[in-house]
């Protein structure tokens, strides 16, 4: 298998982190992307929910969780107003980011750099920036586990 | 037991239904209100599914399930057109009504007149316009089957 | 609707009761009768936790939940001592009959007068003795409890 | 970490498998040792069944499910009958040993070498023999996954 080097975020407004975060300076370790929209129910009944457990569950390992909030529905029912109070209501704690628009593309920059086909999508990157594993809708957990036990054995 | 009666409800805007509803229409018929917030953790998992299979459960029968939209907290966040793209992806086909607010008073008119404690809260009406029941949280289902039943089988 | 008389139940041997039960002798009462195998893995998840909450939510009411042990399968597997290990690992607290056999029919004597097409089986009995209520497969709480609640509710 | 190396498995009788295992000859695989009994309930409803998920899911790679019945109590309701019934009714595919009994000790003999302290439990043993994790009751998905993704990436 040959990865291909994951494209850059391009996000407008980050929640719980202090810096905005890139995947360049994220490099080395193990990223898991989670994309979501917060009025999508397979993403707020298990997608996201997932992710907030691989923060918790990881924490003392060198994997980054980042939240990526593609909204290409609704946009006007899905505001950066309206996801902050969805992340204070479910208590997520990891970083996430408000997918850019650019004009009048329904599609925000970075799902459509990813070609991300729906919401939610999962996605690995590796220590070496390239993509390792893109999943659209339900990730079973223990195969996400594994794949994420995986990439963070390999040597850096 | 002595039941007082339902207070009226003030709704400023409904979805899924033709015609404005009030309780004084439907007396005669049995209610199951659900007042609900669009970004509350508990509603969204189970509070309203729960109301939604009530209303696709008993559609033969002549209960009717209202929903009721109390924001009392993030009013940016929870606007009818984020309630509208709301009920829209989670497939809601009941009745719907914003709880009307009055000045700059955080809670809703009818959430104020029946005196809720927060959301989820199921009421249920009798016949007679009378409160019968009233659960704040998770509402267990055959528990909630069981008053339902119960009140469907008396005489009109 | 027209309801038939329940046959009367032929018990070998009963857990959880100081007395044989009778449906006769249950007459005047709702009955909620759980027939079930131990090995029949959606007793295991759903019908028989289903009962027990049943048993339990209902308890202050004159509803008599009954639990009846319908072996038709691998007999050497569930004998009534393997049945009394499940019921102490399960913590069933609802009295529960073993299903007599006749001769060497597969099939019990209660299952066959119920005419009762496999596990797990609810079966709802009036206080006149009639049945109201049998459904094979997987019971909706919410269905259930209305089926209990209305009948609970008729005069006796 | 020092791992130390993982005792072998005293077997009295094999299900799903024509030949008899042993942890020398699996030696090289990683092995997830899946302790349990058919009538604990929380093997029944987790457990159990996420080591067949396990299965189903590594079959591509050289990961070795193995059950073990470590009966320790009610012997008498849980026999190889119970248990080859409880196999077919739960379809379970992997291989699953019943564990030896010495004398008139309660408890199994291979239980007692990994001193284990009930069931659930879990075993991973690594490529080397030795136990790389145990963990007694409920274990998550995402954590069990990220061990066996770790360990199968290891070099053999």
Known sequence: MTALPAPE???SRWFNTPEP???????GRVVLLHAFQMLCPGCVSHGTPQAQRAHTLFRHTDLAVVGLHTVFEHHAAMTPVSLE?????????????VDAHEGNQPV??????????????AIVIGRDGTIRH???????DLALGAI???????KP
């Open 9 to 11: 975020l391009a996000v």
């Open 108 to 121: 925000p920059v970075t799902m459509g750099r990813f070609k991300m086909r729906g919401t939610p999508t």
């Open 85 to 97: 109070a969805f992340i204070h209501e479910y208590r997520l704690t990891f970083p996430i980011g």
């Open 148 to 154: 994420l036990g995986s990439l963070l054995t390999e």
């Open 134 to 140: 893109e999943g659209f809708g339900q990730e079973d």
């Open 21 to 27: 975060l890139t995947l360049a300076g994220l490099r």
